[in-house]
């Protein structure tokens, strides 16, 4: 999974102001890896990983590679 993917899904939760913990415990991420990924961006996101959040959030993983191409441009 590239980082684009991380940063879009990352500016989105932080953006919503979802609280780490709680998706951590619904999509069965580690607290401490979900937060290497989302807060401090340490660490891109697996896809398994980026999918599963984009479905708990009930977000569409393309509309992230849509802004990703947006900016791009």
């Not at 932080?14 to 961006?41: E, F, H, T, Y």
């Not at 990983?49 to 993983?61: A, Q, R, V, W, Y």
């Amino acid at each position: 999974m590239s980082d684009f993917a991380t940063c879009h899904i990352s500016d989105y939760i932080r953006g919503m102001n979802i609280n780490i913990a709680a998706l951590s415990r619904q999509v069965k991420i580690p607290d401490g890896i979900l937060r290497r990924s989302i807060v401090s961006r340490e660490r891109p996101l697996r896809a398994d990983e980026f999918l599963e959040l984009c479905f708990c959030l009930g977000k569409d993983p393309m509309e992230f590679r849509q802004e990703a191409a947006q900016e791009r441009r």
